[in-house]
């Protein structure tokens, strides 16, 4: 039968969010029901309740979480209850073009739960990339909630399934970041920090943090960063040069998004060297480049979406490193917040005073 449960709701674009009653149905084919134990505020459920992805209010916020699963649908397979599991809002399909290519992370037909979460009143919520986890229970497709050790406590487990991965891939996996390599991270919040352990884990020998706020960059020094640099003051671009023997970094990961930090990622690069954007830019953002320059620096331009990552495979990759202390999940973890406190978690966010606020139900 249907369960009732408190959860985080944006009813209209850009009011405070509400904590309201919902409907989660039992899982049909394919699907899961998940008791979510924790789910961190990410940038992404701001963007939702700020309309900035999608005008299809009412929103169901939450989606980098960890819970146990309650209940599996007709066909599922390799979960069962009891089972512990960090969700993810990509779930290949296993078919499609680009699976079929061996290229899972690029699928272009991703899973979700197809039964709609809703209000009291039958009014069908539109979930935060396929998940909706600010909620006591949540619905999501078979292939969205990934087993993974239940050792990991679940406020630092949460946290690969969003923002975590996106700035470790995007070392890891996207800039193929190797020992030996040198590296600059542009934006030390939850994602930059990642980008900095991952490339930490994979061997650089010299990892510089660029931030404008000093705060961060001492914080980004926990996660395996050897140099700061604050922009504000200083020329990041000449600052990383000074870093590197005059030549630039290895791999530049802008984990900002904006024109004049890719356009600095750009320039910090060695020749033949590799930039990756893993910072999310507004619709209406251009960036402008000499052609030549393009041309004569040679290298890579790449993006990096969910950091090239295939959940099933590198979430218990991940947490295997946690719980060997190799992966600093612990410090990304500002705060542990009730499911009323996300309105006043979106307002630390924006003064980037947290990394990471955890809803624990």
């Known amino acids: 039968m249907p369960h009732e449960v408190r959860a985080v709701v944006a009813a209209k674009r850009g009011a405070p969010v509400e904590v309201q009653t919902i409907v989660v149905p039992d899982p049909g084919p394919g699907e899961v029901l998940v008791a979510v134990q924790a789910c961190g505020v990410c940038h992404t459920d701001l963007h939702?309740?700020?309309?900035?992805i999608s005008e299809d209010f009412p929103f169901l916020l939450g989606h980098e979480a960890a819970g146990v699963v309650e209940a599996v649908g007709a066909g599922v397979a390799d979960l069962a209850p009891?089972?512990?599991v960090?969700?993810?809002w990509r779930a290949p399909c296993g078919s499609c073009r680009s699976c079929r290519r061996g290229r899972p992370w690029y699928c272009f037909d991703?899973?979700?739960a197809t039964q709609p979460m809703t209000l009291l009143d039958g009014t069908p919520l539109s979930t935060a990339l396929g998940i909706g986890a600010f909620a006591e229970k949540t619905l999501v497709a078979a292939g969205q909630a990934v087993k993974v050790d239940p050792s990991a406590r679940p406020e630092a487990a949460g946290l690969i399934g969003c923002g975590v991965m996106?700035?470790?891939?995007?070392?890891v996996h996207t800039g193929a970041v190797g020992s030996g390599d040198t590296v600059a991270v542009i934006g030390c919040g939850g994602v930059g920090n990642a980008a900095i352990a991952g490339a930490s884990i994979a061997g650089a020998r010299r990892i510089i943090a660029v931030d404008i706020d000093d705060r961060k960059l001492d914080g980004a020094t926990r996660f395996g960063a050897t140099h700061t640099v604050n922009s504000r003051g200083t020329d990041p671009i000449e600052a990383v040069r000074g870093l590197t023997g005059g030549h630039g970094a290895d791999v530049v990961i802008d984990a900002v998004?904006?024109?004049e930090t890719y356009r600095q990622g750009f320039f910090m690069r060695d020749l033949a060297g590799t930039l990756v954007q893993v910072g999310v830019p507004d619709p209406?953002?251009?960036i402008e480049l000499p052609l030549i320059e393009l041309f004569s620096r040679g290298g890579a331009l790449k993006s990096s979406w969910y950091g090239d990552c295939l959940p099933s495979r590198d979430f218990p990759v991940l947490i295997d490193r946690y719980l060997s202390g190799r992966l600093d999940l612990d410090g990304f973890v500002t705060e542990t917040i009730a499911l009323d406190e996300v309105e006043a978690a979106f307002d630390k966010m924006r003064d980037g005073t947290v990394l990471r606020s955890v809803v624990v139900l």
Do not use: H, I, T
């Open 48 to 52: 939702y309740r700020e309309g900035a």
């Open 82 to 84: 009891g089972d512990y």
């Open 86 to 88: 960090v969700l993810a």
């Open 110 to 112: 991703s899973r979700n």
């Open 166 to 171: 996106a700035g470790y891939g995007a070392a």
């Open 257 to 259: 998004g904006r024109p």
């Open 284 to 286: 209406d953002m251009r």
